[in-house]
């Protein structure tokens, strides 16, 4: 079985642990999230919470692939800007599919599920088609890559145009911290997209995540404290 690793090799590992803290960031919002809506009871903290969960089971499953291919290694063979992985566990390569397409899929949902919270206009319908869409944009991304990525960066750059008009009409830190937040999850993005002229730029999409999810758990803990 063929797979293809982004990751430099040095990095090998080294991002199971990024995503295993990626895990505990998200889980932690969504914890911090779940208390602020039962003391306020108001909706969107629940769904923010619920967002933040399906994240962190994404990353769950993303880290499931990462150690069917790093551990389970047969032999590498580096073809252009790509490694390739030559396993003869075929038997895993159900695991790693499956991982995969439940990672993409869980993930590019969640963040749609911030966005409709964010520009609160939306109808039953348009939700329908949208995740339908989602669905079809995850399928073909198991052929090229980029599309969950190119997938993700439209849906995060609305966010951050909304969230950037939220803050604009009524400046807080707090505001502004989310709005960092998913800008830098926006440049890992970008970041992940360009990786064909580096693999290096794979590490710097990870430390930007770590980064976007940091500022957004330590804004949650401001909150959740006031």
């Known amino acids: 079985m063929f797979r293809l690793i982004f990751s430099p090799k040095w990095f090998y590992g080294i991002d199971i642990i990024f995503e295993i803290f990626f895990v505990l960031i998200t889980l932690l919002i969504s914890f911090y999230g779940y208390k602020i809506y039962n003391l306020s009871r108001n909706k969107e903290h629940k769904y923010f919470s ?5 994240i962190a089971t994404s990353f769950i499953f993303k880290i499931l692939t990462n150690f069917d291919i790093y551990f389970n290694v047969f032999r590498t063979l580096r073809i252009g800007f790509h490694t390739i992985v030559l396993s003869y566990l075929y038997n895993s390569g159900i695991l790693y599919v499956s ?7 869980l993930t590019t949902l969640a963040f749609f599920g911030l966005f409709l919270l964010t520009t609160k206009k939306h109808s039953k319908n348009d939700i329908y088609l949208i995740i339908y ?20 960066a439209i849906i995060l750059f609305f966010l951050c145009t909304h969230l950037y008009d939220n803050y604009k009409k009524r400046k807080s830190a707090s ?18 997209m360009i990786i064909f002229l580096a693999m290096e730029f794979y590490v710097v999409g990870e430390i930007f995540l770590l980064i976007g999810y940091f500022i957004l758990l330590y804004n949650y803990l401001m909150v959740s404290r006031k």
């Open 50 to 54: 619920i967002s933040f969960l399906l």
């Open 133 to 152: 869409l989602i669905l079809i944009s995850t399928i073909f991304s198991s052929f090229a890559y980029y599309i969950f990525h190119i997938t993700l």
């Open 99 to 105: 991982g995969l397409f439940i990672y993409k899929f």
């Open 175 to 192: 505001k502004f911290l989310v709005l960092l937040a998913f800008l830098m999850i926006l440049a890992s993005q970008f970041a992940f």
